[in-house]
């Protein structure tokens, strides 16, 4: 299974299309770095510097798979196996919890203690399991949401950095004048010469992978890089044995824990990862998928920056979600139910594959029966169609 998994993932970089010799030898470098589990520092070895505070060792420990994706599955003794499941934490502006930072890490190197155990259990709670967070270090401070989030496909996805930016405002200024309900809107990104576009992450809060990537290594493996240079990652003033603790920066690496062309190495990889519908024509069903008013947000196919098109079934703008998807934490100028809309690429099923920013959705279905707010309209269409409509629609989406 585990090597069928990476045989795909090496078919995907293989087959990807346009790309130099130099630039597939970059992608393969990428995947390595994906992979390479770090070590606690100080150790005689140029990948230290994990920590103090983790969730995982390496990328792949959380995207993996077919898709690169988190997984939930309901084990048969009753509990539930988890991959890639965090816990982010913040009040409706985004501020971080002054304690533990801006996520529960729930691992720690030796003499150090995690800050929280993530316990989960089977239930109604989130689309047939319910998680709990036994907090280590105290209570949040009041008015600090705790959201689950589950790690997305990553497959495909690198091809948001090719979007066209001007098309994206463009399209946000055509979808307000249409005055339909579906009114998304870009989120602009303050401080780098002026402002650019969010890309990556749900909240669009990323401007490209380098940054993505940096605050993964920083939130989820607690390495620094010269885009987010503080080595004890996500620790806070309020735990200062973490900040103290033995750190990997060196001069080897211009005194950070992970360098730039290795930041670089795994953006290559990732844009050479290709979703199926990048790689041949969509599956039947794109005239129905639009009828159905999905691909107002969900655009297939948006400008690149440079002439061309880009197949990424996103309008990389935030929508209103409505309540149902609110989860409590917000960004600067982004409310708690506004969602950058997921790109549908490398969608198919496979056990424990889960859909919607917390994986709450067991099922194409499930995902779009959840749609409120700016998307309540199309969710009720697809839920009065026909079934052999909606069938269609699901065997299209499978097929992207
Ligand atoms: C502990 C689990 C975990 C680890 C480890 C992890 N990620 Fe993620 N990743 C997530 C979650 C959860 C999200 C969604 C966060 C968000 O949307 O803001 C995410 C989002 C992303 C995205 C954005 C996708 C999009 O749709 O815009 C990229 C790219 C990414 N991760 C790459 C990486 C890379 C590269 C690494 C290794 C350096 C890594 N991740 C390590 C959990 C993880
Ligand atoms: C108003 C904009 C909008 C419309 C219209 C819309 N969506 Fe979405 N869609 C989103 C956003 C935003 C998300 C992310 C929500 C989240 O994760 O909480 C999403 C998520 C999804 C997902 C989950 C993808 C994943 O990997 O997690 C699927 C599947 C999906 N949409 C399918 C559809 C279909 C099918 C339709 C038409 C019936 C549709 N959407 C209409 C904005 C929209």
Do not use: K
């Not at 993505?212 to 004890?232: E, H, K």
Request: aromatic residues 6%; contains cysteine.
């Amino acid at each position: 299974m585990r090597m069928a998994a990476v045989l795909a993932l090496l078919a995907a970089v293989a087959a990807a299309p346009a790309a130099g010799g130099e630039y597939v030898a970059g992608s393969f470098l990428g995947w390595r770095e994906f992979r390479r589990p770090w070590v606690p520092a100080p150790e005689f070895n140029t990948w230290d510097g994990l920590g103090p505070l983790f969730n995982a060792r390496n990328c792949e420990n959380c995207h993996f798979g077919p898709a690169l994706a988190g997984r939930l599955l309901a084990a048969p003794d009753g509990g539930v196996v988890a991959r890639g499941l965090v816990v982010r934490l913040g009040d409706t502006e985004g501020a971080p919890d002054p304690v533990y930072g801006r996520q529960l890490q729930t691992f720690a190197v030796a003499r150090m203690q995690p800050e929280a155990r993530l316990v989960l259990r089977q239930g109604e709670a989130t689309g047939g399991f319910a998680w709990e967070a036994r907090l280590l270090q105290g209570p949040l401070a009041p008015g600090v949401a705790a959201v689950a989030r589950l790690a997305p496909a990553l497959v495909g996805r690198g091809a948001l950095a090719r979007v066209d930016a001007a098309a994206v405002e463009a399209l946000a200024a055509a979808q307000a004048a249409r005055g339909d309900g579906v009114a998304g809107v870009p989120r602009w990104i303050e401080g780098y010469d002026g402002r650019r576009l969010g890309r990556f992450g749900a909240r669009a809060d990323q401007p490209d992978l380098d940054h993505q990537i940096a605050w993964a290594f920083a939130l989820d493996l607690g390495v620094s890089s010269r885009i987010v240079p503080q080595t004890a990652g996500d620790c806070t003033d309020a735990q200062p044995a973490c900040l103290a603790a033995p750190h990997g920066a060196d001069g080897y690496r211009s005194g950070a824990e992970v360098d730039d062309a290795e930041i670089a190495y795994i953006a290559a990889y990732l844009e050479a990862l290709r979703a199926p519908a990048q790689l041949r024509a969509p599956p039947p069903g794109g005239e129905l998928f639009a009828a159905t008013g999905c691909a107002t947000c969900h655009v297939p196919r948006m400008p690149a920056e440079g002439g061309g098109m880009v197949t990424v079934y996103s309008d990389l703008l935030l929508h209103d979600m409505g309540p149902g998807l609110d989860g409590g934490i917000g960004a600067p100028g982004v409310t708690p139910s506004q969602w950058r809309t997921t790109p549908l690429l490398a969608l198919a099923p496979h056990p424990g594959r889960r859909y919607l920013h917390d994986g709450r959705a067991a099922t194409l279905d499930a995902a779009i029966r959840a749609h409120g707010g700016e998307a309540a309209a199309a969710a009720a269409s697809y839920a009065g169609m026909p079934e052999a409509g909606r069938a269609t629609l699901i065997a299209f989406l499978e097929g992207l």
